[in-house]
């Protein structure tokens, strides 16, 4: 009798336990990137939130900044110079300059100044990212958006999937498929 109980119990606490079990996003590797999103909804536990969008096709972009002039004893007022920005339609900048000289990098602060050193700390250079320059020169002026290339004329469809954990775990998808795991 004993021997029933017990086992009647133990199979209650591991079917309570299992109940709370996600195994993924984060254990058994049971989603891997390329993955639909239907499959990975069928093998993982629900998340916490869902939420889809469409993401804006990737466009040229001119992005202005207005920063201090270099110091000219000469002159008693500081102006100020145009930092252009020029990203291809992969986000990426192709050009920049300042007043219509053109730069390889620049550290876009308080006084934009020309490096040619690659690893100088807060500096921006050709072949950097949107997200870089955001993070470095910050909310630009104005910014002037192209037009999407034939290629890049349909937005695609983002969904995210955000899991609680542990780890908290957030799944993306483009157009139903996993692109990234983000932890």
Same mark, same amino acid.
């Given at each position: ?5 017990y086992a009647i119990? %133990?199979f209650?606490l591991?079917?309570i336990a ?11 590797? %049971? ?5 639909p999103?239907?499959q990975? %909804? ?10 889809t ?5 990737p ?7 207005s920063i201090? $002039?270099p110091?000219n004893?000469?002159? $008693?007022?500081q102006?100020s110079?145009l930092l252009l &920005?020029?990203?291809d339609d992969?986000?990426k ?13 620049t550290n876009?602060?308080?006084t934009?100044? &020309?490096?040619f $050193? &690659?690893n100088t700390?807060n500096?921006i250079?050709?072949g @950097?990212?949107?997200?870089?320059v ?5 909310k ?6 192209g037009?999407p290339?034939? @290629?890049?004329t ?6 995210? %999937? ?6 908290? &775990? ?5 157009? $139903? ?7």
């Amino acid at each position: 009798m004993f021997r029933k109980w017990y086992a009647i119990s %133990l199979f209650t606490l591991s079917t309570i336990a299992y109940a709370d079990f996600c195994p993924c996003p984060s254990s058994f590797n %049971l989603i891997h990137l390329g993955d639909p999103l239907a499959q990975v %909804l069928k093998s993982c536990c629900a998340p916490v939130s869902q939420k889809t969008y469409k993401k804006e096709p990737p466009v040229p972009q001119d992005w202005v900044y207005s920063i201090p $002039a270099p110091p000219n004893p000469g002159n $008693a007022i500081q102006g100020s110079v145009l930092l252009l &920005v020029r990203f291809d339609d992969t986000g990426k900048i192709y050009n920049m300059n300042i007043n219509a000289q053109t730069l390889e990098s620049t550290n876009c602060s308080n006084t934009a100044t &020309v490096s040619f $050193a &690659v690893n100088t700390p807060n500096t921006i250079q050709v072949g @950097d990212s949107m997200e870089k320059v955001k993070t470095i020169c910050g909310k630009p002026k104005s910014i002037q958006k192209g037009l999407p290339t034939e @290629d890049n004329t349909v937005a695609p469809t983002i969904t995210e %999937l955000q899991y609680a954990g542990p780890p908290p &775990v957030t799944l993306i998808f483009e157009n $139903a498929k996993l692109t990234q795991i983000q932890k």
